[in-house]
């Protein structure tokens, strides 16, 4: 993996409670990898949202990488920390998180404990907007290829699709490649696509601990 890379992982059910006030961040580091007019459009179609389909903590924040507690990023004891470091390190691949709230998210992004499924009316509007916010983060970050951790059958799959053609049709990337585990389920597939995002990232003690093949397929 090369620093012209972008890997997309999906979000989780599974979140940690607590965290602290808005005015204990600073600025969203999300707003680094695109351009003002882009983030501020991805703020409204966050607020799109139908505030009584979701569950959350308004007032309490955490850093979204520290927030999720899901399989895939449980897969490593320091989990975390790598992703943070990689995050830091400019001959490093780019790492943004898909939420069906909050749409695109850096690992850094303070973000609320919530709960809401990728489904239905967000996936729509993901689906619709993602390609526009997506290649300007191509674009201002020199992006190239894009590999994406997320199940073969998941919606969050299905709402990257759309955009995923048309980034290649476009000439915006080169090439998308999408991490199929096979005979996946709702746990072996996490866990085997946080183990092949760590591979990726350089992690080397990781070989050991897949217990299911995985296929790398060009999605576009």
């Keep these: 993996m090369t620093s012209n890379s972008l890997l997309i992982i999906p979000c989780c059910k599974t979140k940690h409670f607590g965290g602290m006030p808005a005015s204990n961040f600073k600025d969203d580091p999300l707003k680094t990898m695109m351009s003002k007019n882009t ?11 139908d505030i009584n389909e979701i569950t959350f903590e308004r ?23 790598i992703i943070r470091s990689r995050c830091n390190n400019k001959n490093q691949p780019y790492i943004l998180i898909l939420s069906a709230l909050y749409g695109l998210l850096h690992p850094d992004s303070p973000i609320a404990n ?8 967000k996936k729509s509007i993901w689906s619709q907007n ?3 916010i997506l290649k300007n983060v191509c674009l201002t970050l020199k992006i ?7 199940g073969s059958g998941t919606e969050y799959l299905k709402a990257l699709k759309p955009t995923s053609e048309k980034l290649v ?21 996490p866990k085997n696509h946080g183990l092949q995002l760590l591979k990726d990232l ?8 897949f ?7 060009k999605l576009y």
């Excluded at 983030?39 to 949202?49: E, F, G, I, T």
């Excluded at 190239?144 to 997320?150: G, W």
């Excluded at 476009?170 to 709702?186: A, K, L, P």
Aim: with cysteine; glycine share 4%.
């Design 39 to 49: 983030y501020d459009s991805l703020v409204k179609c966050r607020s799109q949202m």
């Design 59 to 81: 007032n309490k924040l955490m850093p979204a990488i520290d927030r999720y507690n899901g399989t895939l990023y449980k897969t490593h004891k320091n989990f975390s920390q």
């Design 114 to 121: 919530y709960e809401l499924k990728m489904n239905g009316a």
């Design 130 to 132: 993602l390609y526009d």
């Design 144 to 150: 190239d290829s894009i590999h994406i951790y997320c």
């Design 169 to 189: 049709s476009q000439n915006i990337v080169t090439n998308i490649i999408q991490y199929h585990v096979e005979n996946g389920n709702s746990s072996t597939t």
């Design 202 to 209: 350089g992690v080397e003690d990781v070989n050991s601990k």
């Design 211 to 217: 217990n299911r093949a995985i296929q790398a397929i």
